[in-house]
């Protein structure tokens, strides 16, 4: 009778978890979620992390974005065909810059499966979730990485070169949108924190300076277009955030990223963001979405529109971020609608 007692009482809390442990995202996440008040915090330890759908799918020309520290300049290089680079699409899923916050849902051997914190989804409450190489991660003390208060530096320029404080040994090269804590301000230097070479230095005039917790100055519609055009002849990439190439989502979100405005990370969620506005009232800085079905479908691409009639976006594999005619055919029929993210 006691062995049926248990056994009842034993299935009983199996029944009683299940619901915690099928919600998406959950169980795993909420253990997750629990390291965040805890004395160390997660991030990323190289320039750009690749995140994948799953650990071990790598091809072998892929090894320079799995290593630490990544080398993006001669991986994406090595993807010299349109093929080559369509061959990721529904394999990456996104990327992260080095020193952003990630939570670690779970591991694998040599792999952790991460969201990131800072890229909104419906995939997850706690963010964009993929798998990254364990060695690409440092844990770092919370009480250095709050990123309640003080100062960062922004990465401005496409790519800056981070140094030890000699002002003259390389550590590593940093995309555009990185943001570093600073300690100090030094003439031509910028000292800031990093996860893993202690105080380091980045050039003054490739960094604007951002006050943590306070709202960033709103940019001008102009000002987000001209920022965009940084980037024109850039190869696209697909799960791409980086300098080192973008996809169309990644690209308009790295754009307003810079200016301290989050939007969700895919194309279909930005679109469900910011105000509606309509075609005839586009003003620069608009987004405006692409959907199947001539426009009634899901939504499966993202430009920004720069005046005149044009837009400025990160097509697809084998192209580059360019800008063209909206009214340009294949564009021009599957316009879903267009949403402003700045208030007037």
């Known amino acids: ?34 390291s965040s008040s805890a004395k160390t915090k997660t991030v990323i330890g190289v320039s750009v992390a690749t995140l994948w759908k799953s650990p071990g799918i790598a091809r072998k020309l892929d090894a320079p974005s799995l290593a630490a520290p990544v080398d993006l300049t001669t991986w994406t290089a090595a993807m010299n065909t349109t093929e080559k680079r369509r061959w990721l699409t529904g394999k990456t899923e996104t990327q992260a810059l080095y020193g952003r916050e990630v939570k670690i849902v779970q591991t694998k051997g040599s792999w952790s499966q991460v969201v990131v914190t800072d890229q909104s989804t419906s995939k997850s409450r706690y963010g964009y979730p993929g798998w990254l190489p364990t060695v690409q991660l440092k ?3 919370a009480s250095e990485w709050s990123r309640t208060s003080g100062k960062e530096a922004v990465v401005s320029a496409k790519t800056s070169t981070l140094y030890k404080t000699d002002g003259k ?35 003054a005039e490739d960094v604007k300076v951002a006050t943590v917790g306070k709202s960033e100055t709103q940019p001008t519609g102009p000002q987000l277009v001209e ?44 679109a469900l963001a910011g105000k509606a506005v309509t075609k005839a009232n586009l003003q620069p800085g608009d987004l405006m979405f692409f959907a199947h079905n001539n426009g009634k479908g899901k939504v499966h691409h993202v430009a920004m529109y720069i005046g005149d009639g044009k837009m400025m976006h990160s097509p697809k594999a084998g192209k580059t971020v360019e800008i063209i005619p909206i009214a340009t055919a294949g564009y021009a029929n599957e316009f879903a609608g267009a949403r402003r993210y700045l208030n007037e």
């Open 1 to 34: 009778m006691n062995t049926v007692k248990k056994m009842s009482l034993s299935l009983l809390a199996i029944l009683l978890l299940l619901p915690i442990l099928s919600a998406p995202g959950t169980g795993t996440a909420e253990a997750a979620s629990a």
């Open 169 to 203: 040994s390389k550590l590593l090269d940093l995309s555009f949108g990185t943001r570093l804590p600073i300690t100090s301000e030094k003439g031509e230097w910028m000292e800031v924190r990093t996860p893993q070479h202690g105080i380091a230095r980045l050039r």
């Open 227 to 270: 920022t965009g055009k940084m980037f024109l002849g850039l190869p696209y990439l697909w799960a791409g955030t980086s300098a080192y190439g973008f996809d169309c989502s990644g690209f308009t979100g790295a754009i307003y990223a810079y200016y301290g405005i989050l939007l969700p990370r895919d194309a279909s969620e930005q």
């Open 139 to 141: 844990s770092v003390p």
